[in-house]
Nanobody, 123 residues
Framework: QVQLVESGGGLVQPGGSLRLSCAAS????????MGWYRQAPGKERELVAR???????FYADSVKGRFTISRDNAKNTVNLQTNNLEPEDTAVYYC?????????????????WGQGTLVTVSS
């Protein structure tokens, strides 16, 4: 069974940085498609960044140039480096795994979410 665990959230001042991590466990050889989403109070959950198969990435316009998504194959982890944070970035951040290569080299599709990590940007 595949599980995701996020870490790295916290309280940071405007202009600061945080590095969020999402570690996947299970019969995973490599992560193909994983996204980071966020949900602010009173708002719908939105896609922030996505790591796609083949190494391509996608970023929401609101975070382009400030956030960077990266994959660590050795640790089955996808990280989200968040820089120049703004109060509007305050939210619970979730990772979502939708495809991976398993240990028998098969491409698997699924929809698994992590439990979320809170990012608060405030002075």
């Amino acid at each position: 069974q595949v599980q995701l665990v996020e870490s790295g959230g916290g309280l940071v001042q405007p202009g600061g940085s945080l590095r969020l991590s999402c570690a996947a466990s299970g019969s995973i050889l490599s992560i193909n498609t994983m996204g980071w989403y966020r949900q602010a109070p009173g708002k719908e959950r939105e896609l922030v960044a996505r790591h796609l198969g083949g190494g391509n990435t996608f970023y929401a316009d609101s975070v382009k140039g400030r956030f960077t998504i990266s994959r660590d194959n050795a640790k089955n982890t996808v990280n989200l480096q968040t820089n120049n944070l703004e109060p509007e970035d305050t939210a619970v951040y979730y990772c979502r795994l939708t495809s991976f290569t398993d240990t028998t080299y098969n491409l698997r599709y699924l929809d698994v979410w992590g439990q979320g990590t809170l990012v608060t940007v405030s002075s």
